[in-house]
């Protein structure tokens, strides 16, 4: 089984070295796409299914809050796994970031087994939920 990813980010070197850690971490990858902030996420979203999205929070025209919310209201998209990559260590923003509907949240800098272990623990537990 291989896993198919989103990684939404404004920042093209960003997307690059998430693209590299998950590939360094070992984890069987299918198709990686990237957006450069939520709108794309969301129209790359209505044409290819992943089974997890990394996002960041601070991007131009759409951000990561609004492509949870929105992702969040959508029936189709709902169940897909968003993960959000930030610098931003705020335990507040955080918390309310899992009530929007965040999955993970992973601290910038990260390590590839970091992020192997995120989407290994919730696409097990979304297999275990089913």
Do not use: C, H, Q
Request: a positive charge; proline letters at 5%; charged letters at 30%.
């Amino acid at each position: 089984m291989s896993y198919s990813i989103l990684i939404v980010d404004d920042s093209s070197v960003t997307r690059r070295v998430v693209r590299r850690s998950l590939e360094m971490a070992g984890l069987p990858l299918g198709e990686v796409i990237e957006a450069g902030n939520g709108i794309e996420a969301l129209a790359l979203l209505g044409k290819s299914w992943v089974d997890v999205v990394f996002a960041d929070l601070n991007m131009p025209e759409m951000g990561g809050v609004e492509l949870v919310r929105r992702m969040t209201k959508d029936p189709v998209l709902a169940d897909i796994p968003v993960v959000v990559i930030s610098s931003d260590r705020n335990a507040a923003r955080r918390r309310e970031l899992m009530r929007l509907g965040i999955r993970a949240y992973v601290s910038k800098p990260f390590r590839p087994e970091g992020l192997r272990d995120v989407v290994v623990d919730l696409l097990e537990r979304g297999r275990k939920a089913s």
